[in-house]
């Protein structure tokens, strides 16, 4: 069991860039989360995957965000145009299927907008 | 309304002494799950203890127990024997329903063990 794996670390681009983060989840969960989380904040939640399907979206991602998960395994989250506003933590999650099953987290991908 | 409460922006414990904080959360589904979650200065999010709506007992795992009041809708966690790498911030947070999809998040509560 390696862990919850995201990439990079941190990213710092001009606004109006687009930035692409990747998570690597536990291999054998199946359920996948993108979080957003600010300075003093509990995480947001964004989207959510089951296996491959993208299973529901909050209403805080713009359509300047989209998420993927190809083949069930590793996701990306894109984010478009970016703003001042999308700098923040983005943290990724996976567990499985079960009502007690907790999330297991990765260390998160820091993102800093000039 | 929010989902999950927790009032206490900062807590200070002793160590070896033990400290309990807050967590009320917001839900009229049945079922539900809440969880604890550990964020130390490092930045990674760590799960600490699981109790479920249905759960008859209030759960424990090692030095954290969690006092479950479902008529107050209260999920409080105990640390008990506080040390000094308890130091960090701590969230709870609820999945709604038995086949809930989102995690809800209360704003956390940052713990510093003094020496």
């Known amino acids: 069991d390696t862990g919850v794996s995201q990439n990079p670390r941190h990213k710092i681009t001009k606004r109006g860039q687009n930035v692409t983060f990747r998570c690597d989840p536990i291999?054998?969960?199946?359920?996948l989360y993108w979080y957003r989380q600010t300075l003093g904040q509990g995480p947001e939640f964004l989207t959510y995957?089951?296996?491959?399907?993208?299973?529901?979206k909050s209403r805080l991602l713009s359509d300047r965000f989209s998420a993927e998960r190809p083949k069930g395994s590793f996701s990306t989250l894109e984010i478009q145009r970016t703003e001042q506003g999308d700098s923040a933590m983005y943290l990724c999650?996976?567990?499985?299927?079960?009502?007690?099953?907790?999330?297991?987290f990765g260390d998160g991908t820091r993102l800093s907008i000039l | 309304a929010q989902k999950i409460t927790q009032t206490q922006p900062g807590m200070f414990v002793q160590e070896k002494e033990a400290v309990t904080l807050d967590c009320t959360y917001d839900?009229?589904?049945?079922?539900?799950?809440l969880f604890w979650y550990k964020q130390p200065s490092s930045g990674e999010m760590i799960f600490l203890i699981y109790?479920?709506?249905?759960?008859?007992q209030n759960a424990t795992e090692g030095r954290y127990s969690l006092n479950f009041q479902k008529a107050r809708k209260s999920a409080n966690l105990v640390i008990s024997a506080s040390q000094l790498g308890d130091s960090a911030m701590y969230f709870c947070?609820?999945?709604?329903?038995?086949?809930?999809?989102?995690?809800?998040f209360g704003t956390g509560t940052s713990l510093t063990v003094i020496p």
């Open positions: 999650a996976s567990s499985v299927t079960g009502s007690n099953q907790p999330q297991h």
């Open positions: 291999s054998e969960h199946n359920r």
């Open positions: 995957f089951q296996n491959e399907a993208q299973l529901e």
């Open positions: 839900t009229s589904d049945p079922s539900y799950g």
């Open positions: 109790q479920g709506s249905y759960d008859q």
């Open positions: 947070a609820m999945r709604e329903g038995f086949y809930g999809n989102q995690f809800y």
